[in-house]
């Protein structure tokens, strides 16, 4: 339930579904900062292994109304319904999305803030760790945003990089505009994103020149990493969606020819999902290869010492 009379700077949003392996990292990862002015709200989307049971402990161990968990109902599913019922229960002035293995940093995202009175969308850096199967860091890129950020007809049109955690959202763009994520479906960023920059004014938009967000890509373990044609079928129809949000009335229409190019770039996402689904088989293959090579190495070796002897 919602806490009357009280505010926070921050509500982070976690969506969380069986993630026991990372959740209790993300969520050391807000709790030790040098930042208290957040609540972090952690909802669970019918995880089937100990991510509530851990959570529900950590919340025990870490007496404060910084932490609450939540759950989505049993006939609903995604991160979309879980963004919405962090998005109902918060009190924070900004809002802040986390995946449930990720971590950020909040102290840096509010000195920004600081620096750009009145801030409605801050677009932030963050690093990008890709990981194998054994979760060792393979690659590690970096994005910093620039000034074509906060062009709102390159945010509708051209840019694809970065999902809602790559944003802190004032809460009110959701509220005042009656923004929410679809729900029961995955791609559930898309068309919240683009109604939030719809929403904000241009003067408004800001870049953080911090790196302010860890995002690890993990094969198999994320919408990205798992592709299949129910999932390339929804992105398809998403980009449906997106060719109708002008003539709907969501989004303004001089942002109509921005939206078109959006559609028409659609075939490179598909492409995109594709080397992830490559990315997901190497990864998956390559280290069980490598190990049984090793293992025959480790015999063969074996076997002449034996000889030698």
């Known amino acids: 339930m919602k806490k009357e009379n009280q505010s926070k700077r921050f509500t982070i949003i976690i969506p969380m ?5 990372f959740i209790l990292k993300a969520l050391e990862s807000v709790r030790s900062q040098d930042f208290d002015d957040y609540e972090c709200i952690v909802i669970d989307d019918h995880s089937q292994d100990k991510s509530r049971e851990l959570v529900e402990k950590y919340i025990t161990s870490n007496p404060s109304n910084n932490f609450q968990i939540y ?8 991160p979309g ?3 919405n019922i962090g998005l109902d229960n918060g009190i924070g002035e900004y ?16 000195s920004a803030i600081d620096r750009n009175e009145l801030v409605e969308v801050l677009i932030l850096g963050f690093q990008r760790k890709w990981r194998d199967r054994h979760d060792n860091v393979l690659l590690t890129t ?21 999902t809602i955690w790559s944003g802190c959202w004032k809460k009110s763009l959701f509220d005042n505009n009656k ?10 960023d898309l068309i919240p994103k683009l109604e939030l920059f719809n929403a904000a004014e241009s003067e408004k938009i800001k870049i953080c020149g911090y790196s302010t967000h860890k995002y690890n890509v993990r094969p198999g373990k994320s919408i990205g990493t798992t592709p299949t044609m129910d999932k390339l079928k929804s992105m398809i129809e998403l ?6 949000l002008v003539s709907e009335g969501k989004i303004d229409a001089q942002y109509e020819k921005d939206i078109k190019t959006r559609v028409r770039n659609s075939p490179a996402l598909a492409m995109w999902m594709a080397g ?5 088989k190497v990864l998956r293959n390559i280290p069980e290869k490598v190990d049984k090579i090793k293992n025959r190495f480790s015999s063969c070796k074996a076997r002449t010492e034996d000889n030698e002897r």
């Open 17 to 21: 579904h069986d993630a026991e392996e």
């Open 71 to 78: 759950e989505t109902p049993d006939e609903k599913w995604g």
């Open 239 to 244: 980009h449906r969606k997106c060719a109708r």
């Open 95 to 110: 809002v802040v999305f986390l995946d449930a293995d990720d971590e950020n940093s909040l102290k840096n995202i509010s």
């Open 142 to 162: 970096t994005f910093k945003p620039k000034e074509k950020h906060t062009n709102k007809h390159y945010q509708m049109g051209k840019n694809n990089e970065g």
């Open 179 to 188: 923004i929410r994520f679809p729900e029961n479906t995955v791609w559930e």
């Open 81 to 83: 319904t879980a963004r």
């Open 276 to 280: 992830m689904a490559l990315y997901t």
